[in-house]
């Protein structure tokens, strides 16, 4: 697929993917500003700046933003991440200069009305309740809580309760006159367009907006965890979780590709992006094997963080009834030992690749997905990052998987958390 | 058609570099007659072994070429998907056809499933939207209409169903009969003849028929509030009957849904609960149009202390229906967006698939996509206020409320 890329003066990154025979066409815009980048105190300031980028200002009024896209029958949302934000309006190819106008607006001009930075306060608190509501919500929060004690990972892109009960607009502005910059960001066009012609919108749209100072680089990195660290919760819920994050590096270091191979064999594969599996449930992988065609669990999955800084490997299993969380650490333990002493086999080696590559395929499903995928790569480090890194996934030997089980999953490096699930709560 | 009466619909999407396929049976919930929970159980076990494979075998086939393949029990149809590449399509239809002609229901993963659906039982007993949605679902089909009941059963029928019970239904309901398989993406005439049609023609038709799905029973509004102390948020479920998706006011009752819960964020509900007074992160409405009937609901996310400030205004979005109906700009808007999302709604494969067998599945005709935009544009007005004040009614709804709440009973 050709794609075009190109960057205004005013640092801009504009890549423009045209898909002849659609007529559909997604805008996003990534920003480079994600949780990573608050500070305690402040958590989930930058989940409720993205909220606030859909009430309006400069030439949008307020629910103007919603109207426009409504009438196109499109469809729009924003997702904020730890290490950056997107937005993205998928409609008709022939209004692009109505989602060229919204993205331009809303990177400089965002009214930040006090009135609706306080009605969105108890929308984000609501948020954040919804999310309390499911256990596996807790474990997650509680584990990279525990993994990370000094890097901004330490907390989730919804922050904490209490801050977010406690935030005044003047942070929250100041915080999205800071980061929301044309050259902290870059601009994704997939879809039914002539690339020459976009590209002349889009100047006609950004170019008149002016730099920000670029952001500090985050300075604060984890220090190597000195031993095993556990965290056991005992509160009302449907069924035992067990979750083991363990620590790997940024989504840009050259073992990334080896630990992508690794998490397959362990788990399965569901793509870069979770959003384009469904309810896809890989069966032919260790843990599944191992855990629930055993009847130990009921539900497996391995989830490899690629993130700008470095991040975790977390095993998650929801325990069968009356296993004990023991017995399902210990089988988990046996299979990491496994991979650590002894490569995996061929079949089991080009099964996983014949995944990677597959849904490396899947993901390309219409232009919203592609959308996705080109600015969570940029997000990381480049529009391309999936591709290159299928092209090293395709290169990487059976050793290289056991290599890196060595390295990084180590019992002194990891973190446990153990949901005990109360009885009687129905 | 093919033969053994198994429909086949296929469009190609060729810039699209792989395959996505969605299908169903008639054998879903309302196949089961008094077997209650037996269409779920017995779905679950379709990729667990065949005459030919294991479960294990069958996974790394599957995988092994990098293909997908899921089933789903559903009230009406027992429903499948799943996405493949243009090499592996012959290859991931032969294994779909074996699954459903030929499955061992082995005893060791009626175990297994049997403990999952357990699992799934006390999770979703856990899960307040799930708690408010299935017991207003009973309300609204109430008798155990196969729309209202746990298609799961309840944990008793789970810890009763035994092997012969699914192979029984299984013979009686699985075949070649309403067998309906849409497929897009990068397919081609003669890929669709030799890698779908061929194996898909090898299912033999010895299915009982398909069932005819009763209508539901009238509807006596009810309210009940689910206690779930140890939760942060409640969840509130309101709705009532709607209409088939044949029916005579669908089109009009659709475009009056979207005005009302859903264009934008969540239409004019939304704007009052979360706009304008920041109660809920979502309030929403939905429309399920089925063969035999159907149900609008509304759904909201609140903290307990603005449950009553909330039912108030959703109180107050209802009644306004009859005293300020949809305004012409409003209408105009919904219209617009229901024939813009023409466009963006098609745009990927697997959406499209979706469209495609839904058009076959409620009889809508293959120019449905052609004729859509006019019969939208032709909907009147006052159609859709009458619509709206006819089914989205406070007095004829029923209203759950599952979370932290106590004892309170919640009015609407």
Known sequence: MSTHVETLENGLKVVLRPIPDTKALST???????????????????HWVEHMLFKGGGKLGKGDIDKLISRLGGKMNAFTDTDYTMYFETIPASAMDTALMIESERMRNAAFDPKEVEAERTVVISEREGAENQPEFLVDEELWGLAFHVHPYHWTPIGYKQDLASLDREPLYRHYLR????????????????????????????????????????????????????SDLVRPGPADLLSIGWHIPSAAHDDTPALILLSTVLGGWRGLISFASGDWRPRSNRLYRALVESKLATDVGVRQEMKLDPSLLIVSATLARGVPLDRVEHVIDREVDKLRGTPPNRTEVERAKQQVRSWARYEQDGVTFQGMLISAGEGLSSWDFGDKLLAKVEKVRAERIRDVARTYLVDEHRSVVRFHAQEGTN | MLGNGAVLISYSLPSNPFVAFRGSIPAGVAAEGDAHGVAEFASRLLLSGTRRHEAAKLADRLEGIGATLEFHNGEEVLGFNGRCTRDSLRETVR??????????????????????LLNDLRIEADDTHSRAAHELARFVFPNDHPYGRDPKGGADRVRRIRRRDMVDFHESHVGPEGLILAVTGDVDRDLVEKGIAEPLSRLDADAEGIPAIPPPPPHKPRRATIPMPHK????????????????????????????????????????????????????FTGLDARTAGGMWSLSAGVNPANLEKATRSIRAELDRLQTDPFHA???????DNQIGSLIVSLERNAEVASELHQMEYYGLGMNFLERYADIVRELEEDRVRQVSMKYFTADGSSMVVAGPVGRTRFSL
């Not at chain 1, 480079?32 to 958590?43: A, F, K, L």
């Not at chain 2, 294994?95 to 999952?116: A, H, K, M, N, Y």
């Not at chain 2, 239409?267 to 007074?277: A, K, P, T, W």
């Open chain 1, 28 to 46: 996003w815009v990534v920003y480079r500003i994600g949780s990573r980048n608050e500070v305690p105190g402040m958590t989930g300031s930058t």
């Open chain 1, 179 to 230: 980061y929301y910059a044309p050259n902290n960001a870059s601009l994704i066009l997939v879809g039914g367009f002539d690339p020459a012609v976009a590209m002349q919108h889009v100047r006609e749209a950004f170019s008149p907006l002016k730099p920000e100072a670029p952001p500090e680089p985050l300075r604060l990195s984890e220090p190597e965890q000195r031993g095993e660290r556990r």
């Open chain 2, 95 to 116: 294994i779909l056809v074996e699954c459903l002609s030929e499955p061992t229901f082995p005893q060791r993963e009626i175990d297994r499933v049997r403990g999952e």
């Open chain 2, 232 to 283: 942060s948020q409640a969840d509130i479920a309101i709705g009532g009957p709607a209409v088939s998706r044949r029916h005579a006011d669908y089109y009009a009752l659709n475009l009056a849904n979207l005005l009302f819960g859903r264009i934008g964020l969540y239409g004019r509900l939304g704007r009052n609960l979360r706009d304008e007074q920041g109660l809920a992160y979502y309030a």
């Open chain 2, 329 to 335: 700009d409003e209408i105009r808007d919904g219209k």
